[in-house]
């Protein structure tokens, strides 16, 4: 059974950085493309980053030089560095991976970004 768990939401203040955290099981982890999204009260969920299974990465253009994805295959997690945050950053951020049949997806991680 596939089962994605984020960690490491809060509250913080503008400029300040969290780290999010996305402990994968039930799935090849080393052999998976993984994303982070997230999804602001009354907006769509966008992609945040995406690192692939060979480590190259990609950003949305509101988060780049400011976040960083990396992965760590031992541990099956995958990361979010959040740097230099902003209010505009406010949304329940999820990890996801796609297999060829399903999309999966965690619970999320709440994180609010105060001015």
């Known amino acids: 059974q596939v089962r994605l768990v984020e960690s490491g939401g809060g509250l913080v203040q503008a400029g300040e950085s969290l780290r999010l955290s996305c402990v994968a099981s039930?799935?090849?982890?080393?052999?998976?493309?993984m994303r982070w999204y997230r999804q602001a009260p009354g907006n769509q969920r966008e992609l945040v980053a995406l690192?692939?299974?060979?480590?190259?990465?990609n950003y949305g253009d509101s988060v780049k030089g400011r976040f960083t994805i990396s992965r760590d295959n031992a541990k099956s997690t995958v990361y979010l560095q959040m740097s230099s945050l902003k209010p505009e950053d406010t949304a329940v951020y999820y990890c996801?991976?796609?297999?060829?049949?399903?999309?999966?997806w965690g619970q999320g991680t709440q994180v609010t970004v105060s001015s």
């Open positions: 690192i692939t299974r060979s480590g190259s990465t």
């Open positions: 039930g799935v090849l982890f080393g052999a998976t493309n």
């Open positions: 996801n991976f796609d297999s060829v049949s399903a999309r999966y």
